[in-house]
């Protein structure tokens, strides 16, 4: 596809509305993620936390995303795309603010499964809202463009980070972290519902007869395999991203100067899922997440044995890249896969199984680390399970460019 395909997207202007209004909150979604990360770190000094407890915190988010992927995967082919992605943003703004009163451990991590609810409901959701609204040439890059505000708000969680959490605190960055959710929530007023949806509205199954068609054999293969790339691919971002400043602590760097590598290996995200977007659609969903799920493996053992400075910094850009430039590939192509009755279903599944990856990941990272566990160690368990991750879609994926998934 050429440049000028990829420009039209923005020259639309219903098309334009869409992507930048749920783009942003997509954005808002990751700066609250990323927060996480980085009081985490910040929290491990203030409260004195052990690494088990760091792991468990990210945990408990990562379960909330479980249980409110799946929950509102199967809502919206239900009520529609649009009415639960306003509830969702409305659960995850809530419970983000109120995170910045939290008086305790226990009720940090209660707020923020109730945010994790919200977020991990709104991702898949707005996923398939876009994918549904796009034209079949556009699809798949217009899904990793909406992917890629999720570096935007990483980078603005690192910006946050560096300049106000070691001067102003923790619960200020939290205060931030909720305010443009309720932009969004305004921006969200403006979207319509999938086209899609409302064409196959009378087709509406209940929920039993969805999640059985899910696995039903003209399905059953590709849902086998995105459940395990989903799992694969989440259990290792999460694993290693939001332990990433924690991860610098322990190589030696300040909390200052750790805050600041990691917003320079974010960064790096933003050309990954740009690269993504334009070579998805050239040589297809299929090649993509091949190519950059084994270069984010690659990277993986690289970033776990660095032993210098600029040898971190290097592989953490090289992690960054590709990592996020196979996320944008995965939520482009998993929503093809499905018919429009059962999409979100499917996307939703897909997702809170992956988000049981989510929950494994960060935890692990942290029973390691308590344990005295090398960090190469726990980076080359990160790289065998990309490396299933890709050999599951090269044997089981299909290629979905260009097709319509109401076949």
């Not at 997509?26 to 936390?49: K, N």
């Not at 217009?142 to 969680?157: M, T, Y």
């Not at 090289?318 to 430039?325: D, K, V």
């Not at 566990?373 to 080359?380: D, G, L």
Request: glycine share 10%; charged share 10%; proline share 3%.
């Amino acid at each position: 596809m050429s440049n000028g395909s990829a420009l039209s997207l923005f020259r639309d202007s219903k098309l334009r509305k869409l992507l930048l209004s749920t783009g942003l909150s997509w954005l808002f979604d990751a700066m609250d993620v990323g927060l996480v990360s980085f009081i985490a770190a910040a929290l491990s000094v203030e409260w004195g936390l052990g690494a088990h407890q760091i792991g468990l915190m990210a945990a408990v988010n990562s379960i909330g995303m479980a249980v409110g992927a799946a929950v509102a995967g199967s809502l919206a082919d239900r009520y529609g795309r649009k009415s639960i992605l306003l509830w969702t943003l409305l659960i995850f703004s809530a419970a983000s603010g109120l995170s910045a009163l939290a008086t305790s451990f226990a009720v940090l991590c209660v707020l923020r499964f109730i945010a994790g609810f919200g977020l991990g409901g709104e991702l898949p959701v707005a996923s398939t809202l876009v994918s549904e609204s796009v034209p079949n040439e556009q699809r798949g890059r217009a899904i990793v463009l909406l992917e890629s505000f999720w570096a935007g708000g990483w980078i603005a969680a690192a910006i946050i980070a560096y300049f106000i959490i070691p001067q102003y605190g923790w619960r200020i960055a939290l205060v931030i972290g909720a305010v443009p959710a309720v932009y969004a929530l305004y921006l969200r007023k403006a979207i319509q519902d999938s086209p899609r949806f409302i064409q196959h509205a009378e087709q509406k199954l209940p929920f039993r007869n969805r999640a059985a068609a899910v696995w039903s054999k003209p399905y059953r293969k590709s849902t086998i395999m995105l459940w395990i790339l989903w799992f694969a691919v989440v259990f290792s971002y999460y694993g290693m991203f939001l332990w990433l400043p924690t991860v610098m602590v322990l190589k030696g760097f300040g909390l200052l100067k750790s805050f600041q590598y990691v917003l320079i290996i974010t960064l790096a995200q933003l050309p990954g899922y740009f690269t993504a977007a334009y070579f998805i659609e050239k040589w297809g969903r299929k090649f993509v997440l091949v190519a950059y799920l084994s270069l984010t493996a690659f990277s993986a053992i690289w970033f776990g044995l660095a032993d210098s400075e600029s040898m971190l910094v290097t592989a953490g850009i090289s992690l960054s890249f590709f990592n996020l430039g196979a996320w944008g590939a995965m939520y482009a192509y998993t929503p093809e896969l499905y018919p429009t009755a059962i999409r979100s279903t499917g996307v939703g599944l897909a997702a809170a199984f992956g988000r049981i990856g989510g929950v494994i990941g960060p935890y692990l990272v942290g029973i390691l680390v308590a344990a005295g566990t090398a960090i190469s160690v726990v980076f080359i368990i990160f790289f065998a399970a990309i490396v299933f991750g890709v050999l599951t879609v090269l044997i089981l994926g299909v290629e979905t460019k260009g097709t319509d998934p109401d076949y």
